[in-house]
T-cell receptor, first 115, second 114 residues
Framework: ETAVFQTPNYHVTQVGNEVSFNCKQT?????MYWYKQDSKKLLKIMFS???????VNETVPRRFSPQSSDKAHLNLRIKSVEPEDSAVYLC??????????????FGHGTKLSVL | TQTVSQSDAHVTVFEGDSVELRCNYS??????LSWYIQHHGRGLQFLLK??????VVQGVNGFEAEFSKSDSSFHLRKASVHWSDSAVYFC????????????FGTGTTVSVSP
């Protein structure tokens, strides 16, 4: 049963446009993430965020920014999309315990196509 | 820095066969290992994890994995695959402390033929 909800499922846009993807989790978790999955299925962490700290993968271009209104929501904004931004963006959440973030729950993903 | 590698990009098996998917990691400290499955067009789903204790861990749907510190490995196995096991399987690693995000391997695509 899905507990991490992402919208939209698909988005097609042109180079230079701004896009925003939404993510909501209903699990009461305190940490959320955005991963980028490319056409070869490679997964890269972009951001992890809880109410204490935002951790940014240093390789993420500055046109990407996370936006959070509360711990159940973590949106992703891309200020001016580039062709290489075409990918599936996966949102996930977890509950931090004393032993790392034990298990991630993923949404179904938002597929972005940049023309 | 943790790294994880999956040496097999694609594995093809027949329904009812056993399968083993390989995962090797490198990290000097306490480590947390897990496996996830991704069906086509879906997000990843958790299969199992290892942090400490019994090196053989059981997961959902008949999957199990065995941790080996000497080999730096965490291979996933299933004794008898079903067509619905066709998916991409990801091994993941993170430092055991610090709440760090999981780092995923490159994935192994499993195709189960009838």
């Amino acid at each position: 049963e899905t507990a991490v909800f992402q919208t939209p499922n698909y988005h097609v846009t042109q180079v230079g446009n701004e896009v925003s993807f939404n993510c909501k989790q209903t699990l009461g978790h305190d940490t959320m993430y955005w991963y980028k999955q490319d056409s070869k299925k490679l997964l890269k962490i972009m951001f992890s965020y809880n109410n204490k700290q935002l951790i940014v993968n240093e390789t993420v271009p500055r046109r990407f920014s996370p936006q959070s209104s509360d711990k159940a929501h973590l949106n992703l904004r891309i200020k001016s999309v580039e062709p290489e931004d075409s990918a599936v963006y996966l949102c996930a959440s977890s509950q931090e315990t004393g032993i790392s973030n034990e298990r991630l729950f993923f949404g179904h993903g938002t597929k972005l196509s940049v023309l | 820095t943790q790294t994880v590698s999956q040496s097999d990009a694609h594995v093809t098996v027949f329904e009812g066969d056993s399968v083993e998917l390989r995962c090797n990691y490198s990290y000097g400290g306490s480590i947390y290992l897990s496996w996830y499955i991704q069906h086509h067009g879906r997000g990843l789903q958790f299969l199992l994890k290892y942090y400490s204790g019994n090196p053989v861990v059981q997961g959902v749907n008949g999957f199990e994995a065995e941790f080996s510190k000497s080999d730096s490995s965490f291979h996933l196995r299933k004794a008898s695959v079903h067509w619905s096991d066709s998916a991409v399987y990801f091994c993941a690693v993170s430092a055991a402390q610090g709440g760090r995000a999981l780092i995923f391997g490159t994935g192994t695509t499993v195709s189960v033929s009838p």
